[in-house]
Nanobody, 122 residues
Framework: QVQLVESGGGLVQAGGSLRLSCAAS????????LAWFRQAPGKEREFLGV??????THADSVKGRFTISRTNAENTVLLQMDSLKPEDTAVYYC?????????????????WGQGTQVTVTS
C-alpha cells in the first residue's frame, strides 16, 4: 500500500526558510513522480513542482525560492523553501500517481499525504 508522509512544517517569519520532507513507502519510487502541492484557505490546490527519474521541474510561481530534490534513497522527496513570504502560508502536500504523469493537474495524482501546515508571519 502506497503511503506518503510529509513532515517539517511549522511557523516561520517572513524571509526565513523551511525544509519539508515526504517519505514514500509501499513501492520503489525511483521511476515514479513525486510532486509537491500546496493549498491555502479558500484557494485551489497549487502545483509547486515534481521530481522523477533524476529530473526536477518547478512551477514558475516558486522558481528561484523553492527547490525540490530527492535523497539518495529515492523514496524521499524534499522541498527546500527559502525567502518565505506570508502568502506562502498553506498546507503542503506531496503526491504521486500510477501513470507517470508529471504535470500540474492535481486530479491526475492518485496518492496524497496528509499534508503539513506552513505558516509564515510578517
Amino acid at each position: 500500500q502506497v503511503q506518503l508522509v510529509e513532515s517539517g512544517g511549522g511557523l516561520v517569519q517572513a524571509g526565513g526558510s523551511l525544509r519539508l520532507s515526504c517519505a514514500a513507502s509501499g513501492r520503489t519510487f525511483s521511476l515514479y513522480p513525486l510532486a509537491w502541492f500546496r493549498q491555502a484557505p479558500g484557494k485551489e490546490r497549487e502545483f509547486l513542482g515534481v521530481s522523477w527519474s533524476g529530473i526536477t521541474t518547478h512551477a514558475d510561481s516558486v522558481k528561484g525560492r523553492f527547490t525540490i530534490s530527492r535523497t539518495n534513497a529515492e523514496n524521499t522527496v524534499l522541498l527546500q523553501m527559502d525567502s518565505l513570504k506570508p502568502e506562502d502560508t498553506a498546507v503542503y502536500y506531496c503526491a504521486s500517481n500510477e501513470g507517470g504523469y508529471r504535470g500540474s493537474d492535481y486530479g491526475a495524482y492518485d496518492y496524497w499525504g496528509q499534508g503539513t501546515q506552513v505558516t509564515v508571519t510578517s
